[in-house]
């Protein structure tokens, strides 16, 4: 990854920052003019507020002392700001997924690309895009996923600091177009730290079951045996019956490919009876049509 990509991705923080530090100041009807002293100019807290430039940790301090901010109250504040876009971006996926809506996400793509053109210091609207296009690609298997996207993202993951459900997300939904060696390096990564999360564990869960059923289904069944010795530890809880019942059902799969084909649909069929007898009819149709699929 060059220099410029990552100076890209870490400055989308920056505006972030401004922005909230604009909106606290225009809320609390203080003119720059009330900020700025001699160590920080107007001119400098301007073009921090828009984005333009950042602030040292001394005169950043000092400006959020002069507006009487607390830090702590500042990065509360911070992280509501970046969480609320995000949750209402995410929001947007779940009905236009449900309806297989192609339009729909091709707008959501549009909105996001003018947000980055807009604002291309600010790297998520990129990665959103990258998302969208996923959706997109999965409701038409014709339209190809951009091999840049994968590098873009794979560039992204494996230079945060930590994984969190945004990034989960991410490879929840690219987890397809990528390669086995990436995607197990991906998997390995989130078995490491995942007995230890707390509401991210959900998701970590269903990302490691659809990384084990995508080993499976591209023959690679060296890789797809660490998910099915290691994710056993991570459904122990009886409440997790979809996740156990799903992980049984790719156990059956597993087998099936391994050559014990019989004792493989046998449990197959066993998983597929479970969720009838849990009246969850479309859960148990669709796993019926994947044996039939991949049988």
């Given amino acids: 990854m060059t220099i410029t990509k990552q100076n890209e991705k870490r400055m989308h923080k920056y505006e972030e920052i401004g922005k909230v530090f604009h909106d606290f100041r225009v809320n609390r009807n203080i003119s720059l003019k009330q900020i700025a002293d001699e160590n920080v100019s107007i001119s400098q807290i301007s ?62 793509f549009d909105e996001q690309r003018d947000k980055y053109k807009k604002n291309p210091s600010i790297y998520q609207y990129k990665l959103n895009m990258i998302l969208a296009q996923s959706f997109i690609c999965k409701c038409d298997p014709d339209v190809p996923f951009p091999k840049e996207y994968i590098d873009e993202v794979a ?9 969190k459900i945004y990034e989960l997300i991410l490879i929840g939904n690219l987890y397809l177009f990528f390669d086995i060696p990436l995607l197990d390096k991906m998997g390995k990564e989130i078995m490491g730290t995942a007995i230890d999360r707390g509401k991210a564990k959900d998701v970590e869960i269903i990302t490691l079951l659809n990384i084990f059923e995508t080993c499976i289904h591209r023959e690679n069944l060296e890789a797809a045996r660490f998910y099915m010795d290691n994710i056993p530890q991570l459904i122990e809880d009886e409440i997790l019956l979809y996740e156990r019942n799903l992980y049984h059902f790719l156990v059956g799969l597993f087998n099936y490919k391994n050559g014990d084909k019989a004792g493989g649909k046998a449990i197959m069929d066993q998983a597929i009876q479970i969720y009838e007898w849990l009246g969850c009819r479309n859960l148990a149709d669709n796993y019926k049509k994947d044996l039939e699929k991949y049988t």
Wanted: proline share 1%; charged share 35%; no cysteine.
């Fill in 155 to 163: 560039d992204y993951l494996f230079m945060v600091e930590q994984w």
């Fill in 47 to 108: 073009r921090f507020e828009r984005g333009e430039s950042d602030l040292s940790v001394s005169k950043f301090l000092i400006a959020l002392e002069n507006m009487k901010v607390e830090t702590g109250e500042f990065m509360d504040a911070l992280q509501k700001n970046h969480d609320s876009e995000t949750i209402e971006f995410m929001s947007k996926l779940v009905p236009l997924e449900y309806k297989r809506d192609i339009a729909g996400f091709r707008k959501l």
